[in-house]
T-cell receptor, first 114, second 113 residues
Framework: AQKVTQTQTSISVMEKTTVTMDCVYE???????LFWYKQTASGEIVFLIR??????ENATVGHYSLNFQKPKSSIGLIITATQIEDSAVYFC???????????FGKGTSLVVHP | EAGVTQSPRYAVLQEGQAVSFWCDPI?????LYWYQQPRDQGPQLLVY????????NSQLPSDRFSAVRPKGTNSTLKIQSAKQGDTATYLC???????????FGKGTRLTVV
């Protein structure tokens, strides 16, 4: 069975700093896909970045990057130069299995202070 | 292109009442998901379809919940005899062929009193 654990319930940072959010996953599949999504205060959920398990290079999109540590089953999200509008809830998601079944973590709330 | 459309946006029911949620995915997306998101929790998968076929409904409370996608496009999620524990936001999402990013609708916020 798949499982995704986000241990940080909430994080508070000052604007323009760097923040890392943790995510640990469990899967028995050798090939899988990891995603990070952001849910804003309005409830809208948007895709941020993905990492395919067979890729060794960490994904980077804009000021989002990933710290993929496959032996530890860990996929951290790093946000550099945080902005006020980065305040949101961030979800880690694992897709694996022949039917590409998705599993979400419980989320980490990020508050960025001016 | 238009995003994932859901209706209604809000619903308030008394326990025991029935409600249906409707979802129109992005055109051409073959996979459609229904999630339940209780307050302050992550989305929890209820059921998902590929075209008109149910791929996994193991988390769908089959005694009161049902979901269909008869033509492989729009989908309806129905709750018969709602309970207070069903209070949550119900999210529909869709994705194209293979493993690609998922696009979410704005959700339906359900309150059962």
């Amino acid at each position: 069975a798949q499982k995704v654990t986000q241990t940080q319930t909430s994080i508070s940072v000052m604007e323009k700093t760097t923040v890392t959010m943790d995510c640990v996953y469990e899967t028995q599949d050798s090939s899988y896909f990891l995603f990070w999504y952001k849910q804003t205060a309005s409830g809208e959920i948007v895709f941020l970045i993905r990492q395919d398990s067979y890729k060794k290079e960490n994904a980077t999109v804009g000021h989002y990057s990933l710290n993929f540590q496959k032996p530890k089953s860990s996929i951290g999200l790093i946000i550099t130069a945080t902005q006020i509008e980065d305040s949101a809830v961030y979800f880690c998601e694992l897709t694996s299995g022949g039917n590409y079944k998705p599993t979400f973590g419980k989320g980490t709330s990020l508050v960025v202070h001016p | 292109e238009a995003g994932v459309t859901q209706s209604p946006r809000y619903a308030v029911l008394q326990e025991g009442q029935a409600v249906s949620f409707w979802c129109d995915p992005i055109s051409g997306h073959d996979t459609l998901y229904w999630y339940q998101q209780p307050r302050d929790q992550g989305p929890q998968l209820l059921v998902y379809f590929r075209d008109e076929a149910v791929i996994d409904n193991s988390q769908l409370p089959s005694d009161r919940f049902s979901a269909v996608r008869p033509k492989g496009t729009n989908s309806t999620l129905k709750i018969q005899s709602a309970k207070q524990g069903d209070t949550a936001t119900y999210l529909c999402a869709s994705t194209g062929t293979g493993v690609t990013e998922v696009f979410f609708g704005k959700g339906t916020r359900l309150t059962v009193v």
